[in-house]
């Protein structure tokens, strides 16, 4: 059985920093991609940021700059350095792991909440 966990959402003041990180374990299979998505209150899903396992990167334009995307192939972790952090980047953000023919796992979801 697949997991994906994440880590370290909070509260913080906008222009400040946060990290984000999420394992996923459960299966001997190498992941294709990973990422994250976010979802504000009121919103649709929306992926912020995504790389391959070859290292293709691609990132929402609202987040260009500010956020960087790294994955661990090894240990299948993908981890989101967030920086200059705006009002509007507060949202439920969720990792997320696609495997070689199977549906795309999800993790449970870390709320970054950034104050004015």
């Known amino acids: 059985q697949v997991q994906l966990v994440e880590s370290g959402g909070g509260l913080v003041q906008a222009g400040g920093s946060l990290r984000l990180s999420c394992a996923a374990s459960g299966t001997i299979f190498s992941i294709n991609t990973m990422g994250w998505y976010r979802q504000a209150p009121g919103k649709q899903r929306e992926r912020v940021a995504g790389m391959t396992s070859n290292g293709r990167i691609n990132y929402v334009d609202s987040v260009l700059g500010r956020f960087t995307i790294s994955r661990d192939n090894a240990k299948n972790t993908v981890d989101l350095q967030m920086n200059s952090l705006k009002s509007e980047d507060t949202a439920v953000y969720y990792c997320?792991?696609?495997?070689?023919?199977?549906?795309?796992?999800w993790g449970q979801g870390t709320q970054v909440t950034v104050s004015s």
């Open positions: 997320y792991a696609d495997y070689p023919k199977q549906p795309r796992y």
